[in-house]
């Protein structure tokens, strides 16, 4: 497979994910008007339980993909890139642990072990995701609100190597992502608490 193909490939993924976050988003503004009920209740239904999979999904994908993106598609990361996996990395090894755990391990109170992994992503994936905002914004707008000074080895931080569909690039590709995991992680703790 050649770059080009995997980055339309994960332009795509990005912009499913895209529609997903919509479509939850209506759900939420829905039922706090008291409408579609019956929607929500189903939406709970099929993801529950599958929260910490899903996750770790999206959370492993997106390592993979900036993986992809530097060591074989030959972009090099600027410095918000970097915080941004600085912020991703470890979710694919709390969200692992966490689904094994819930695998292997009985509760003696009848729950699941990892039900409580959300005190430990929630944080990270709310970081990654305003990192990413901002750095979306800058890469779009060229306005910085705060410096992002390039480093020696860094390019700068409003670089755009691609864009799909008219939004699509690395930025909001990692926006996507993590606003995904903090779903995930905020009907976990819904439904935990």
């Not at 918000?80 to 391990?105: D, E, H, N, T």
């Not at 944080?123 to 609100?145: D, E, K, R, V």
Request: proline share 5%.
């Amino acid at each position: 497979m050649t770059p080009q193909v995997v980055i339309k490939l994960l332009a795509l993924l990005t912009l499913m994910s895209n529609m997903a976050i919509v479509i939850f988003l209506s759900f939420v503004m829905a039922k706090s008007r008291g409408l579609a009920t019956k929607h929500w209740n189903k939406f709970l239904k099929f993801v529950s339980g599958k929260e910490i999979i899903l996750s770790l999904i999206v959370a492993l994908t997106a390592t993979l993909g900036s993986l992809y993106f530097s060591e074989v598609a030959g972009f090099q990361p600027c410095t918000l890139c970097w915080y941004q996996r600085i912020l991703m990395y470890p979710l694919v090894l709390i969200l692992g642990v966490a689904l094994f755990r819930s695998k292997k391990v009985s509760d003696p109170e009848g729950l699941r072990p990892g039900r409580d992994v959300w005190n430990y992503v929630l944080p990270l994936s709310i970081s990654g995701l305003l990192i990413a905002g901002y750095h979306y914004y800058y890469q779009i707008t060229g306005n910085p609100l705060l410096p992002c000074s390039t480093i020696g080895f860094s390019v700068s931080c409003s670089e755009r190597f691609f864009t799909y569909f008219g939004y699509i690039t690395i930025p909001w590709m990692s926006l996507s992502a993590f606003i995904l995991i903090t779903i995930g992680m905020l009907l976990l703790r819904m439904k935990n608490s």
